[in-house]
């Protein structure tokens, strides 16, 4: 691009520019960055970085198309009280701690994400727990990161808990039993390492005195968990369609249906039988979370499109030696990568660049290297994997805000500390061994 006499910007230069202007506005949060996604997509499609055709292919339909679904699926049998249900019934079991409300939906966060995408999870969860934070008349921050780190750990468990995953188990011919043997171990001593960590950072906001908690505990207890159904009709509906719904979502496979589908059709099949006002539902939506979605998918797809991200992955892939290296570099780099863009086209860019190296060595072990480092690098930062974004959504939807730097704080230490796990687990697996 000619900008003035004898000065010509490149393309992968401008891509570089609008992506950093992006991500800075971002973190200055005086814009809504649903709205600086959508500028900085804009500016790279009127100079035709991003040509008009190929947004299709950066913007990933399946992911939005699936959060569009479960969102009116959630959001229509809230209508029931069936979230206020759940949230009393698992409440009522922590006895009024707080310690054990963060533990005990962490847990159940975590193992539903590992059999789920953690995108679906954190819709069903992330209301439940504002909800019990209101009745317990304290911060729902602490529940709402511990949640997101559970659900990014629960979901590199599985083949079909993270989107990284079901790319990687396609392209490298990985089957379910294999994820669940490699990846399930480490992500269980993740997990306990995790909410060890948030215990004690956590303490002080989470820490009660007797009094307060046998209030809390009563409070709890005076709340009829029957009583919370405000509607058994579209209770007893919302219960089947999600059930039927998660079924799908196990035998999609062999169902020939994409996972977006699956949510669009128990949508339908709910807004349909339940009779709801589809404009009320519809209002309901994070629609700012959509479009920082699909706007930042086009700003990832400017470096994508003039080759920035493959020239830095090719980069590091060329100054590998051995097996042992390989893992640490594809680990750590998709790690620190996938905290600052959006894992699903870091993913596919390095698995053509991985399958280029089975020529010198045997990538088996590297293929599990990407998957850690692209799962649980979304840890890093509030906008480093869909579930972050989406928890974040709801909660400022409902009037509670986690800024980009208090997120950081403890996102980049749990990202560290969770590859550190994962990487020492490869290394003594596959070099060691």
């Not at 930062?381 to 709801?394: D, E, K």
């Amino acid at each position: 691009m000619i900008v003035g006499p004898g000065l010509t910007i490149g393309p992968e230069l401008i891509a570089v520019a609008v992506f950093l202007l992006t991500y800075a506005l971002i973190i200055d949060e005086r814009i809504h960055r649903a709205v600086v996604a959508m500028l900085g997509a804009s500016v790279v499609v009127l100079l035709h970085i991003v040509p008009w055709d190929m947004i299709p292919e950066y913007i990933d339909l399946g992911t939005i198309f699936l959060l569009i679904g479960m969102m009116i699926i959630v959001n229509t049998a809230r209508g029931s009280g069936l979230f206020e249900y759940i949230a009393i019934k698992t409440a009522k079991l922590a006895k009024g701690s707080p310690m054990r409300v963060l533990l005990l939906f962490s847990i159940v966060t975590g193992l539903t994400s590992a059999f789920l995408d953690n995108v679906t999870t954190v819709l069903l969860i992330t209301p439940m727990l504002l909800y019990v934070a209101s009745v317990m008349k304290t911060s729902p921050m602490p529940f709402l990161i511990a949640e997101i780190f559970a659900s990014n750990i629960g979901g590199a468990a599985t083949l079909i808990g993270d989107p990284p995953n079901i790319m990687i188990g396609s392209a490298a011919g990985l089957t379910f039993n294999e994820f669940i043997i490699n990846m399930a171990p480490m992500m269980a001593v993740n997990m306990v390492v995790v909410l060890g960590m948030l215990a004690l950072i956590y303490r002080k906001e989470l820490h009660v005195s007797p009094d307060e908690r046998e209030s809390i505990e009563r409070t709890f207890a005076e709340l009829k968990d029957r009583e919370a159904i405000r509607d058994w009709p579209l209770f007893k509906k919302s219960v089947i369609v999600i059930a039927l719904v998660i079924g799908m979502f196990f035998i999609h496979d062999q169902l020939g249906l994409e996972p977006a589908l699956v949510a669009l059709i128990g949508a339908s099949i709910l807004l349909f039988w339940s009779r709801q006002s589809p404009e009320e539902i519809f209002e309901k939506i994070e629609w700012p979370a959509l479009f920082f979605f699909g706007g930042l998918f086009v700003v990832v797809g400017a470096l994508v499109q003039t080759g920035v991200i493959a020239s830095v992955a090719q980069f590091v892939v060329e100054n590998v030696h051995s097996e042992g290296e390989a893992i640490l570099i594809i680990a750590w780099f998709s790690a620190i990568a996938s905290a600052i863009v959006d894992n699903i086209p870091l993913t596919a860019t390095l698995i053509p660049l991985i399958q280029d190296m089975s020529g010198s060595m045997d990538v088996y072990p590297l293929w599990w290297a990407l998957s850690l480092g692209a799962c649980l690098g979304g840890n890093g930062t509030v906008i480093g994997a869909s579930a972050n974004v989406v928890v974040l959504g709801i909660a400022a939807r409902n009037g509670f805000t986690i800024s980009f730097v208090e997120f950081l704080k403890v996102g980049m230490l749990v990202l560290f500390v969770t590859v550190a796990i994962g990487t020492a687990f490869l290394w003594f697996n596959f070099v060691v061994l």
